[in-house]
């Protein structure tokens, strides 16, 4: 039997993530595009709530959302603002590592952390020659008595700024390259620790972003997740799970820029009557409605899987970010078209929502990553 209905927590999750994007989210989405700032009022507020840190189990302090859950909340925070939705869903992809392969100790230390601080954490994967090709990444932690000497440059880190702390990527044996790779908890408070200015962008301006080079930064070897040479297994299960994260919210920014352009075209008057009454305009608002429905479909039905551990998961969660960014990146484009002038204007909002679904095209692996993973399961 297919069920598309939400189960009662789901419908709990939805109303609360929605009332919580109303009331914070949309009333400062503008500002915050301008500032290009953190959003720590928000964040500080969503720890408050209890929005912080869904897919933390109950009892590291979290909501234990399971991975349809989670793109509940995460479409509701897409609607409002994806930038200031990824401050609050950036946590879930630095903290999945741990959530996948750190001991019962290291959880109830770091997630225990991470709640006391109301804080956020940073997951650093790319680097200057290793963007889409993880395997080229050259940081390096190399063991010394029972510390890890971390050296390296990443860029392009999310939270790496306001980070309590950073989910690590590092070679423990340069020579072993990728097959080496492992990942580490690293305090932000450490020596050695240089965070350059932050990134300068198009859109999703309250996620800020930075260089960071580490120089001879000693890690507590028990901070290393899983064993050495596990860190790229780690990163790819990570995605596994994320991307459908970054699907919902793609989904939600698409269906808010939707709205918004349909009521303007069912209002707005030229020639004697409202521009929606014109099939042009009326087949557009269809394919935008249409593409909307298909995304969530995809998208729940990636999370679906993930949650009852089908093997396909990898394919349908890379599935569900390439379609559900690119229809973003249409139905916001579209949007603005409908609005005409206006669409254009930065006093409303569909601009930003163009801007914004641009880079969810690039980030967790670019569209074309996301085809080379499809390509490979479905060709095997
Ligand atoms: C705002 C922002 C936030 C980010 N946040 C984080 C973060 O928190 N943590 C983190 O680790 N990283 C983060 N990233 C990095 C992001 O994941 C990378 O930018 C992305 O994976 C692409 O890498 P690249 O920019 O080096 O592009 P490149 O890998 O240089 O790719 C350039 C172009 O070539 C294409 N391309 C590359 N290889 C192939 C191929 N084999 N076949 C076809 N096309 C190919 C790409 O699709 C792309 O179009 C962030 C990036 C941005 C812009």
């Given at each position: 039997m297919?069920?598309?209905?939400?189960?009662?927590k789901q419908k709990?999750i939805?109303?609360?993530?929605r009332?919580?994007t109303?009331r914070l989210?949309?009333p400062?989405?503008l500002?915050?595009d301008?500032?290009?700032?953190?959003?720590?009022?928000?964040?500080?507020?969503?720890y408050?709530?209890?929005?912080?840190?869904?897919p933390?189990?109950?009892?590291?302090?979290?909501?234990g959302?399971n991975?349809?859950d989670?793109?509940?909340?995460s479409?509701e925070?897409?609607a409002?603002?994806?930038?200031i939705g990824?401050?609050?869903?950036a946590?879930?992809?630095?903290?999945?590592?741990?959530?996948l392969?750190?001991?019962?100790?290291q959880q109830?230390?770091?997630?225990?952390l991470i709640?006391e601080?109301?804080?956020?954490a940073?997951?650093c994967?790319t680097?200057?020659?290793?963007?889409?090709?993880?395997?080229g990444?050259?940081?390096?932690?190399i063991?010394?008595?029972?510390?890890?000497?971390l050296n390296?440059h990443?860029r392009?880190?999310?939270?790496?700024?306001?980070?309590?702390?950073?989910?690590?990527?590092?070679l423990?044996?340069?020579?072993?390259?990728?097959?080496?790779?492992?990942?580490?908890?690293?305090p932000?408070d450490?020596?050695g620790?240089d965070i350059?200015?932050?990134?300068?962008?198009?859109?999703q301006?309250?996620?800020?972003?930075?260089?960071?080079?580490?120089?001879?930064?000693?890690?507590?070897?028990e901070?290393?997740?899983?064993?050495e040479g596990?860190?790229f297994l780690?990163a790819?299960?990570?995605f596994?799970?994320t991307?459908?994260?970054?699907a919902?919210?793609?989904v939600g920014?698409a269906?808010?820029s939707?709205?918004i352009?349909?009521d303007?075209a069912k209002?707005?008057?030229?020639f004697?009557k409202?521009i929606?009454a014109?099939q042009?305009?009326?087949?557009m608002l269809?394919?935008?409605?249409?593409?909307?429905e298909?995304?969530r479909?995809?998208t729940w039905?990636?999370a679906?899987a993930y949650?009852?551990?089908?093997?396909?998961l990898s394919?349908?969660?890379a599935?569900s970010?390439l379609?559900a960014?690119d229809?973003?990146?249409?139905?916001?484009?579209d949007?603005?078209?409908?609005?005409g002038?206006d669409?254009y204007?930065k006093e409303?909002v569909?601009?930003?929502?163009?801007?914004d679904a641009?880079l969810?095209?690039i980030?967790?692996g670019t569209?074309q990553?996301?085809?080379?993973v499809?390509?490979?399961a479905?060709l095997?």
């Open positions: 297919i069920d598309f209905s939400l189960s009662n709990e939805q109303e609360k993530y009332d919580f109303n989210i949309i400062n989405r500002k915050y301008d500032l290009a700032e953190f959003p720590w009022d928000i964040v500080k507020q969503a408050k709530e209890g929005i912080m840190n869904g933390i189990p109950e009892k590291f302090g979290g909501k959302f991975i349809m989670s793109a509940v909340a479409e925070l897409g409002g603002c994806i930038g990824i401050g609050i869903d946590n879930t992809l630095a903290l999945t590592p741990l959530l392969s750190a001991n019962e100790e109830k230390k770091f997630f225990g709640n601080k109301q804080g956020v940073a997951y994967l680097e200057p020659n290793a963007g889409s090709d993880v395997a990444i050259k940081s390096t932690a063991k010394k008595g029972d510390k890890y000497i390296g990443k392009f880190i999310t939270n790496g700024e306001v980070a309590t702390f950073h989910t690590v990527f590092a423990t044996n340069p020579e072993r390259g990728a097959r080496s790779l492992t990942a580490f908890i690293v932000t450490l020596p620790i350059k200015p932050r990134l300068q962008k198009m859109g301006k309250a996620s800020v972003q930075n260089e960071i080079i580490y120089t001879d930064v000693e890690v507590p070897a901070n290393m997740l899983g064993q596990h860190g780690i790819m299960k990570t596994d799970r991307r459908t994260g970054v919902a919210l793609s920014t269906r808010a939707f709205e352009s349909k303007w209002n707005r008057i030229q004697g409202p929606a014109n042009a305009i009326g087949f269809a394919d935008m409605a249409t593409a909307v298909a995304a479909l995809l039905n990636a679906w949650d009852n551990g089908l093997r396909s394919k349908l969660s599935m970010k379609y960014s229809i973003a990146m249409k139905v916001t484009t949007a603005v078209q409908v609005m002038g669409g204007s409303f569909v601009e930003k929502m163009m801007r641009k969810c095209q980030y967790e569209n990553v996301q085809r080379l499809i390509s490979k479905i095997k």
